[in-house]
């Protein structure tokens, strides 16, 4: 094995090796990691600025030490002097790797820009935010009757709108008296209503009657993305939405390797916290900008999320949620300041953290409960909420279950030879010819299939650049339908498939997707350890899932809905022939996009849905996978395409998939049709 130091990319997960002295640009460039450059290295353009990390990454493998990348030079010096570059950024063209380092390439500098699918979803809401306007007149000073100014707003506001003993920060105080004498002594307030535990508090103030409006975020904080949602507080409206990739990915993909980061290093936790809340502010100073407003009109904000985000979030070492019994610091609803959690919006905003479930079932997953309500169906309800951990809920009127499932990150197209995030230019649509077994697809950003004309003057500005993780799903169970991987994962040779898309590889096959190698693009494959990782994903998901129908009684289910930015963009007939989910008609299963968002809009603009998911929460009985012995036998059964054991009946009326094995003993070369099974091999004599 090669003694180069390992070079690892996040959020891509791309790999290799490279000579000391490589500058970080060119290990990008030799990896196909989409990182920018301009000005032809030359450290001008700063479209190349990486995130390095250091210490410990067991998900990796890896400690990177401080001295990994080669130090500042000359040139990141006056860059820096400058133009200014970001604490703990480097310039890709200018640093060179001097040992083992993970490095992190921002949204800002891969030319390919994430697309984030959380949308907002339509939804109609009935109103009743944590903050509203309200007009008052305000009595003047008087010498005969002394008071001060914020008591005789005070009293305007219990008096002319029922509203008693309402606080002001200090802010307020500094800011007050010049607006009440410039609107002769009428002003607009804009007052949080506060709940039990805290009373009502004035957020601002405007002289005489404020036109304008107040807004509220709801964001949700994913393992991968940050999604957020600016709404109008006073008609509900969406203004804005908008997405960042995590910034945390670079301390591990999936939980638990940020859970093991924290462990393994002593300020790990620390560092994770500012990087999230760095990534959030300057989401919101995005958001901002789109909507055009000022972000001191953000009074509120509502937070979803899972445990683990939930706590580095708060600043709360996630320790205890890396092992049994997996406690939470706290799993009730949470009333904060935005101050506290360092967000640049209004000083005084409020924000509020909806309810966990349990340790591994978050916010995220009540926050959808809000959204579907599988409590209040009458048909026994799946909810499976699609991403690098997966939640899921099965229930109905009579009783809710819960459970979490780590699928990792491979549907978010990491780990996959070919894969990427969902940007312009990613495969996102696959089907196979039955003839001639040959893939045409379709990418994000051209409507038109590759096999179409003028797909390529269509796809000319982004390239075909791989594939993401809607693709790789249709993808692989293209390749199952049509003979060129059987049911254990294993694709193939050409000569057993009838498809000369097929090509040795080493010593299994992979499957040729696409070949731009001739005008300098990528050749996209998929290979055998492709199909393991999303074996292992789907198998995850199906076990969670099949697991509460167990605890549930039952062997079917009568809806499936599939939750999440990725769950959005699955087809649920290539779902179902991977073994996804379990077996269902496909009128019976729908997608709720981004229901983790709606569930966080809902509790933003009603008040009243804040204390409806606080009780539903504690109704919801908590399953966990990590120590009931039936989900390792579920996941076993599971890695098959579609399952080893689980027969299927609506599934296999709609497509019939070829009994065949490819297993040829390990020899290479093919076993009759369908090849054979693996034969024990005897011992010499």
Known sequence: MSSDPLVIFTPSGKRGRFPKGTPVLTAARQLGVDLDSVCGGRGICSKCQVSPGYGTFSKHGVTVA??????????????????????????????????????????????????????????????????????????????????GDLERLRAA???????????????????????????????????????????????QIWPGDYDGTIYGLA???????????????????????????????????????????????????????????????????????????????????????????????????????????????????????AGDLDLNIHPSARVYLLPCIAGHVGADAAAVALSEAPQKSDDLMLVVDVGTNAEILLGNRDKVLACSSPTGPAFEGAQISSGQRAAPGAIERVE????????????????????????????????????????????????????????????????????????????????????????????????????????????????????LMDKFGVDKVDRVVLAGAFGAHISPRHAMILGMIPDAPLDKVSSAGNAAGTGARIALLNTDARAEIEKTVHAIHKIETAVEPRFQEHFVNASAIPNAVEPFPILNSLVALPDITFNTGGSGTPGGEGGGRRRRRRAST
């Open 66 to 147: 401080p001295d990994a990348l080669s130090p500042w030079n000359a040139v990141e010096e006056r860059y820096d002097e400058k133009r200014g570059l970001k604490e703990g950024r480097r310039l890709g063209c200018q640093a060179t790797v001097q040992g083992d380092v993970v490095i992190d390439v921002p949204p800002e500098s891969q030319v390919h820009k994430q697309v984030v699918r959380k949308r907002a979803e339509a939804r109609e809401i009935a109103l009743n935010p944590a903050v509203k306007l309200y007009a008052v007149a305000v009595d003047e000073p008087d010498m005969h009757e002394p008071s």
């Open 157 to 203: 506001l219990h008096a002319q709108c029922g509203l008693e003993e309402v606080h002001a920060d200090l802010h307020i105080l500094q800011i007050m008296q010049p607006i009440l004498r410039k609107g002769a002594w009428k002003v607009t307030v804009a007052v949080h209503l506060g709940n039990e535990e805290t009373p009502p508090r004035i957020m």
């Open 219 to 337: 964001v949700d904080l994913g393992s991968t993305t940050i999604a957020g949602h600016l709404c109008d507080l006073k008609t509900g409206e969406v203004v804005a939405s908008s997405g960042v990739m995590n910034p945390q990915i670079r301390f591990g993909e999936d939980l638990m390797s940020r859970v093991s980061y924290s462990m393994m290093n002593p300020e790990g936790a620390e560092e994770m916290t500012h990087a999230v809340r760095e990534g959030m502010c300057g989401l919101f100073t995005q958001i901002a900008a789109e909507a055009g407003i000022d972000q001191k009109l953000i009074v509120d904000a509502v937070f979803v999320c899972n445990p683990v985000m939930h706590h580095l979030l708060l600043g709360i070492d996630p320790f205890e949620l890396g092992q049994a019994p997996f406690a939470l610091a706290t799993s009730g609803a949470l009333h904060l300041r």
């Open 432 to 547: 196979i010819d039955p003839e001639t077994k040959v893939a045409r697809f379709k990418v994000i950003g051209c409507d038109i299939w590759s096999d179409d004309e003028g797909f390529e003057e269509a796809v000319a500005a982004t390239g075909i650049t791989g594939i993401c993780g809607s693709g790789i799903i249709e993808m692989v169970a293209e390749m199952r339908i049509h003979g060129i991987v059987d049911a254990p994962g294993l694709i193939g040779t050409a000569e057993q498939t009838g498809s000369a898309s097929v090509f040795q590889d080493g010593r299994t096959n992979s499957y040729l997707v696409y070949d731009g190698s001739a005008k300098g693009g990528p050749k996209i494959t998929v290979t055998n350890r492709d199909i393991r990782e999303i074996q292992m994903a789907k198998a995850a998901l199906y076990s969670g899932a099949r697991l």
